[in-house]
């Protein structure tokens, strides 16, 4: 299937990590899809309009015009290297796939779900969180992610300019997002300077560039 | 590669949800692996023969003779896919394939990382929760998650015998994996007839069955 006769539309919100890691996966790929905006802070996912399209109110959500909607930006990114596989997003041998996909669920499974708002929304009416603890928590998790990623990167030979070697894939896609949230909640975590390094050099292609949370439609202009 | 020339070891605990999955994965591609036990009670996960397996101590731990461990639940189901691709854990079609994933996902990514020890541990430390506080918690995020996997389950066509089509794939091994760690924390979800439908029938098979956490080298004996 080529892409220039491939339409999507990804339903997307200028802070979401995940709604982040589908824009890059999209554009490192050469794909385009058009936005359709969903305004976290309007609750415009809770609209009559966007629970058809997607039940749970999550985002992101993608759509191949003449097929259901796709949601999990996990599973989009592996759609997409399915759909098109070039440039890949996985290694070739089935090993460093294994590694890529760890590194990945790291940060997209195991860390980024701990700070979402619904978590936030629990924690702040149920357990009486006030912004300090919250911000205590986000920081916490969000260190104990990242220092996990830090040590296996430092530890592993088969970490190189990127995550895993020299291209781009899946792992720098997750990790750039969560550092890129991160920076839109002015959270700093010390001591990660390989991860500085690597999400600094995909800073430096356009994909990850133009997929910045501050540079989409619906970001805050000051 | 043949699975009968293939030696695994996992390193295991007989009540984590994310053992569970790759010892259901394992068997449904009747591949046999040797299950090196870790006892997350008695602290050996940080043990330093462990931490050189695992250096985050984290389970579970997949290991093919000759190659670099294996960590995240959803990568070790991805390998065992590529490795040994029939019976097959995703369906044919890309898009079929993202449904699946999506599932898998909403569950082990989106569910289960709210309610391991380490969220109990800084919940019960740094935010004073005390027994039924945490058990609100869990109740709360598997309530959350499985009601949202009901929803979808309900409305959408390609649900079958199993979560899609007639087949057990990626999605039962999560739903299942969840299921399976609710009943040893007696947490009970009710309102989720579908899920425990498919559940059943993924009982029946070998494969899960031999799986349940109870019957594992380690689990309490009454």
Redesign the interface.
């Known amino acids: 299937m080529s892409a220039s006769i491939t339409s999507f539309e990804l339903y997307a919100f200028w802070r979401t990590s995940a709604t982040y890691r589908v824009r890059v996966a999209l554009r490192l790929k050469g794909l385009q899809a058009r936005e359709i905006n969903i305004d976290l802070d309007a609750g415009e996912q809770r609209s009559p309009a966007y629970l058809k399209v997607n ?2 109110a999550g985002l992101p959500t993608l759509i ?1 015009a003449g ?2 909607p ?3 930006s ?3 990114l ?2 997409l290297e ?2 098109q596989p070039a440039p890949a997003l996985l290694p070739a041998d ?2 460093g ?3 890529v ?2 590194l ?3 940060l ?3 860390t980024h ?2 700070i979402t708002p ?2 936030r929304k ?2 702040t009416s ?2 009486d ?1 006030d912004d300090a ?1 919250w911000r ?2 986000q920081q ?1 998790w969000f260190g ?1 992610g990242l220092f ?1 990623v830090e ?2 990167l430092a ?2 030979a088969a970490t190189g300019t990127f995550c895993h070697g020299d291209q781009p894939g899946m792992a720098d896609v997750c990790l750039a997002s969560v550092m890129a949230v991160m920076q839109v909640f002015k959270i700093a975590v010390p001591d990660i300077p390989l991860i500085e390094r690597i999400v600094q050099r995909c800073q430096q292609l356009p994909a990850f560039a133009e997929a910045a949370p501050l540079l989409q439609r619906g970001a805050p202009t000051t």
Do not use: C, G
């Open positions: 039940p749970l191949q097929h259901p796709i949601t999990q996990l599973a989009i592996e759609f399915e759909l089935l090993h796939r294994a590694r996909r760890s990945a669920n790291m997209a499974a195991d779900p701990l619904r978590v629990y924690l149920a357990a969180f603890a205590a928590w916490h104990t996990a040590k296996r530890s592993e």
